[in-house]
């Protein structure tokens, strides 16, 4: 596998700290979503093994990935079913689809841009669980202990997604698009609505 380049800056938006905290009492439809972008997530990495090029370090890495999200919708689902609530279909945010209309249309951009779109997924996911993992500790420690775990696995996620993209586009060009597509994130959750869901956005709905 690539080591890393020189860090990319963290992503231009930052979460309003009142956010996790307005999650809270919906915290069943959030642990619903989060089951479903675990399964996306398994769903994603196991795409991106069949098309990101690269010998058997590439392969590996994708592999585990897609195995750990698993481990993390199944987690989810054994929450869901501790707590008597039921695994059923829930409308998505329209976070990532938002962020894919950015993704350019010609190889190898196209590839690159979509991961690069998973790794600020993956670093506003981290972001998120951290902070739903501070909210609940004083009112729901195992919720928080579950957000605390998992989230720690999304900063390895972000970086393994960074560095397949550095395979695909040199260095400077690369940190370029990470800094286009961190704003283009910033401004499609200032537009997304406040509703229950990880990836929700801060704005009023468009
Ligand atoms: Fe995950
Ligand atoms: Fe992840």
């Known amino acids: ?3 890393a380049e020189a860090p990319l800056p963290p992503l231009p938006y930052a979460t309003p700290p009142d956010w996790a905290a307005a999650m809270v009492p919906d915290l069943g439809t959030l642990l619903l ?7 996306k997530a398994a769903a994603g990495a196991l795409a991106f093994l069949f098309r990101v ?21 199944e987690r ?8 008597g609530l039921p695994f059923a279909p829930l409308q998505p945010g329209r976070y990532a689809e ?5 993704v ?4 190898p951009h196209r590839l690159a841009d979509e991961l690069l ?3 600020i997924i993956e670093a506003r996911s981290c972001e998120r669980m951290a902070a739903m993992a501070a909210a609940l ?9 579950f957000y605390g775990e998992l989230g720690e696995a999304e900063a390895r996620h972000e970086a393994l997604y960074v560095q397949l993209a550095a395979l695909l586009l040199p260095a400077d060009a690369l940190a370029a698009r990470w800094r286009e597509l961190g704003a283009h994130e910033a401004a499609v959750l200032a537009v997304l609505p406040r509703q229950p869901r990880l990836h929700s956005g801060t704005g009023s709905g468009a």
């Open 117 to 119: 779109v998973a790794a």
């Open 33 to 39: 979503d989060q089951a479903h972008l675990e399964k």
């Open 137 to 145: 500790r004083a009112v729901d420690a195992e919720a928080a202990a």
């Open 53 to 73: 090029p690269g010998g058997a370090d590439v392969q590996r890495a994708l592999s585990a990935l897609a195995r750990e999200e698993l481990v993390h919708f």
């Open 76 to 83: 989810t689902l054994r929450l869901l079913a501790q707590r």
């Open 1 to 3: 596998m690539v080591t």
């Open 98 to 102: 938002r962020l894919k209309a950015a």
């Open 104 to 107: 350019r249309s010609t190889m």
